[in-house]
């Protein structure tokens, strides 16, 4: 026998007592061995494990940009303008920071208006014009053999 390490030797122990069998996954092949060799796996697996959004893996600038683009429909959900000025100024406050230091590609990225963006928001809430009242129905004609001639 040749040189045996202290870690190959409480292995080899630890397999006789058994302490491996009737693990999970025992005797199945390993997930994602058939795949398209890959760098990034483990990453990806993380993310879907984790239930995390992909978009947590791209640069800040192209984060904020899709941050912007969906800021309507984000703007739509809120209630109070309160809200809705608060979520404004931590998405300027993150902007200021990526523009005060960019990192990764440049993407044309400015700070929002609060006061126009408040003002689409309370348009967009404004609520609808009632509805108009049906039209009167078109004034009924006598048929000629009932109407009466003058006398």
Do not use: C, H
């Not at 009167?136 to 006598?142: Q, V």
Request: proline fraction near 11%; avoid cysteine.
């Amino acid at each position: 026998m040749g040189y045996e390490s202290a870690v190959d030797r409480a292995i080899r122990e630890a397999a006789e007592r058994g302490a491996f069998d009737n693990l999970p996954g025992a005797g199945k092949p390993l997930p994602g061995l058939d795949g398209p060799d890959d760098e990034m796996w483990w990453v990806r697996r993380y993310v879907e494990r984790e239930g995390l959004s992909r978009e947590a893996l791209l640069p800040e600038s192209i984060q904020l940009r899709k941050e912007i683009d969906r800021l309507p429909a984000t703007l739509s959900d809120l209630r109070t303008e309160q809200a809705v000025r608060d979520v404004l100024r931590a998405l300027n406050l993150r902007i200021v920071e990526y523009l005060r230091n960019p990192v990764g590609p440049r993407v044309k990225v400015g700070r929002i208006d609060a006061d126009d963006a408040v003002a689409r928001w309370r348009a967009g809430r404004a609520p609808a014009a009632s509805p108009a009242a049906p039209a009167p129905p078109p004034p009924t004609r006598n048929p000629w053999w009932r109407r009466r001639r003058p006398s």
